[in-house]
């Protein structure tokens, strides 16, 4: 944990992030958290926004081969991850979707 930590020492995060915002404020809003356990990182998350991934991770010049595919939930959410850096922070995109059932409830397999 980083005890004695000031919000001043989230800066390096917070400046990502406002950057962020100025520079790619045309893109779908995700959700950004910002920690004091890990306070070089930024995270931005999507939810049910796999397209809002894909735009932010082509923006940010992160190359398709870096993003690790998984699922979570029984199957049923897709998660993407990547990570990059920007304006001196550790950037963790994640994203996830709803996997849709292949077969309507009740239907004969």
């Known amino acids: 944990m980083s005890d004695g930590l000031t919000l001043d020492g989230l ?10 915002a100025v520079d790619f404020g045309h893109l779908s ?4 958290h910002v920690s004091r356990l890990y306070p070089q990182r930024l995270e931005l ?5 796999l397209a ?12 398709p ?3 690790t ?6 199957d049923r959410t897709h998660v ?3 990570v990059g850096e920007y304006a001196g922070a550790k950037l963790d995109l ?6 849709p059932d292949l077969a309507p409830a009740g239907a004969a397999a």
Do not use: C, M
């Not at 800066?11 to 962020?20: D, H, M, N, Q």
């Not at 809003?29 to 950004?32: E, G, K, Q, T, V």
């Not at 998350?45 to 926004?49: A, E, G, R, S």
């Open 52 to 63: 809002g991934f894909e735009a932010w991770r082509d923006a940010l010049n992160i190359a």
């Open 45 to 49: 998350t999507f939810h049910d926004d």
């Open 29 to 32: 809003a995700p959700d950004a």
């Open 65 to 67: 081969d870096a993003v």
């Open 69 to 74: 595919h998984g699922t979570q939930n029984g």
């Open 11 to 20: 800066s390096v995060p917070l400046r990502a992030l406002r950057l962020l």
């Open 94 to 99: 994640v994203a996830y979707g709803h996997i």
């Open 80 to 82: 993407l991850r990547t």
